[in-house]
């Protein structure tokens, strides 16, 4: 056994005898964690370092002080466990622990520290923050810890209980935040956009149908004017027959039939458009009818 551990662990030992009696059968809590406390020092005597570190983390759940977690990080220590170790040295540092001890701490946790990673957690007042085997009654708290992934479970004043995975590097810490999880809303739903269909108030598009009827005008048009032109070839034919040939009759007959259908049309069609345009203006168009000395005249303003 290390002669360095032994004296401070029974120096923490001394002072905690002195302070109480040792009843047979503890049954405060102060009571109960100096019975786990006795148990933690026979351990550690004995060689069996990892329950002796169990039997000091049982009595500082009890009656949480520095001595205990010191004597947990020596018997982590002798352990190999690293993290334990130097989690409860910072602890016991941080809570306070006897004066003279206090630089063997420093030093083993020192030691270790540049191997391992921290865990640094924030879960509110009242709250028992986990990491296994460690538990403590903080609003913060941080762990020691190998790299890899470790699991950080907190119990809420209110009894809700949750639970977090930590990535954990070298020389770097990892912050938890519950109450910041806690306070985060749910999102809210994404608005679903009405088809355009069920929108009110479209417009109907007369320019669009205007224009389109001045187009259809506009070839009609051009199909008669083709049309007429042929109309005359085809009676110019029956007159040099000396109105002899049917036939050419016939096709003068059917093409000035036609001619007269696609001119109606144009006509039809283009005045459509036309009015179309000037009778659906947009609302800065004024545009009116009135009679007048040769009928119907427009006029409006732009």
């Not at 923050?129 to 992934?149: C, D, H, M, N, W």
């Not at 109105?243 to 059917?254: L, M, S």
């Amino acid at each position: 056994m290390n002669p360095r551990i032994v004296p401070a662990l029974m120096g923490a030992c001394l002072v905690a005898l002195a302070a109480r009696p040792c009843p047979a059968e503890p049954k405060s809590r102060a009571e109960r964690a100096a019975a786990h406390f006795d148990a933690g020092l026979t351990l550690y005597q004995q060689g069996r370092m990892r329950d002796a570190a169990s039997e000091f983390l049982a009595a500082f759940d009890l009656a949480p002080h520095g001595d205990a977690m010191f004597n947990a990080g020596l018997a982590f220590d002798g352990a190999g466990d690293s993290a334990g170790a130097a989690t409860a040295f910072a602890w016991a540092l941080e809570l306070g622990m006897r004066a003279d001890a206090a630089p063997e701490a420093k030093s083993r946790l020192e030691r270790l520290a540049p191997r391992l990673g921290t865990v640094r957690v924030t879960a509110g007042e009242g709250t028992t923050i986990e990491v296994s085997p460690f538990r403590r009654k903080a609003a913060t708290a941080t762990f020691y810890a190998l790299p890899g992934q470790v699991l950080v479970s907190v119990t809420h004043a209110d009894g809700a209980l949750a639970a977090r995975r930590a990535r954990v590097r070298v020389s770097s810490e990892t912050l938890i935040d519950f109450q910041a999880a806690a306070a985060l809303p749910a999102p809210a739903p994404e608005p679903v956009p009405a088809p355009a269909a069920s929108l009110p108030g479209e417009p109907f598009p007369w320019k669009t149908v205007a224009w389109v009827s001045i187009g259809v005008g506009a070839a009609s048009g051009v199909s008669a004017a083709v049309l007429r032109s042929a109309t005359l070839g085809a009676k110019d034919d029956f007159d040099a027959s000396g109105h002899t040939d049917a036939d050419a009759r016939q096709r003068a007959v059917d093409l000035n039939r036609w001619t007269n259908v696609a001119l109606g049309g144009a006509i039809v069609a283009g005045a459509f458009g036309v009015g179309v345009l000037f009778l659906h203006q947009d609302p800065k168009r004024e545009v009116s009818i009135a009679p007048g000395p040769g009928g119907a005249r427009l006029f409006g303003r732009f």
